[in-house]
């Protein structure tokens, strides 16, 4: 089953922008991730079983850097990204 998440992260710290970058650094080693990033948030398309997996792993790790740090999200099933839902895949 596919997901589709779209995550921001808020560091409650001035100097804001490098853990974010490193987290958007880390999810964009994965291949299995179909990943869009824009200026509000990240959008982030897989399989539903590991997409989960990697959100686990690297918000674990952000928080062992940056551990005043607030994850939001939004989970819809299915692939909603641009080629998903073009090619009608989004179930």
Same mark, same amino acid.
């Given at each position: 089953m +596919?997901?589709?998440v779209e995550i921001? =992260?808020?560091p409650?710290?001035?100097n804001y922008i490098p853990p974010i970058q490193a987290f958007i650094d880390r999810l964009n080693t994965y291949a299995e991730l179909k990943i869009i990033e824009n200026t509000m948030s990240t959008q982030v398309y897989g399989d539903y079983g590991r997409v989960f997996?990697? =959100?686990n792993t690297e918000m674990q790790r952000t928080h062992q850097t940056t551990? +005043?740090?607030s994850f939001v999200m939004k989970?819809?099933?299915g692939?909603?990204?641009p080629e998903g839902t073009i090619k009608n895949e989004t179930l």
């Open positions: +596919k997901v589709s921001s =992260l808020y409650l710290d001035q997996e990697i =959100l551990p +005043k740090a989970v819809l099933h692939d909603l990204s």
